[in-house]
């Protein structure tokens, strides 16, 4: 089995930055692609950015510029950083992982970005 553990969310002013991080546990070695959702109140859940073993990425149209995805394979933790933060970045944010065929997902982890 495999659980993803997400930490870093919080509340932050407008224009400030964040770093999540979601660590794997379990069995669990390595996943060909980590990444990230979020979901907003009352929205669907919406794709953020994908990250695979060898380091290839992919964002979201509105994800560029702003966001970073990253992975640490010796730690199996899957980062995401968020800069220039807007208040409708406000959302749960879900990392997950695929591997041997499944998708497993995180717990999430709220964001909010007030002043």
């Known amino acids: 089995q495999v659980q993803l553990v997400e930490s870093g969310g919080g509340l932050v002013q407008p224009g400030g930055s964040l770093r999540l991080s979601c660590a794997a546990s379990g069995n669990f070695f390595s996943s060909n692609i980590l990444g990230w959702y979020r979901q907003a109140p009352g929205k669907q859940r919406e794709y953020v950015a994908l990250i695979t073993s060898g380091g290839s990425t992919n964002y979201a149209d509105s994800m560029k510029g702003r966001f970073t995805i990253s992975r640490d394979n010796a730690k199996n933790t899957v980062y995401l950083e968020i800069n220039s933060m807007k208040p409708e970045d406000t959302a749960v944010y879900y990392c997950?992982?695929?591997?041997?065929?499944?998708?497993?997902w995180g717990q999430g982890t709220q964001v909010t970005v007030s002043s």
């Open positions: 997950y992982a695929v591997r041997g065929g499944t998708t497993y």
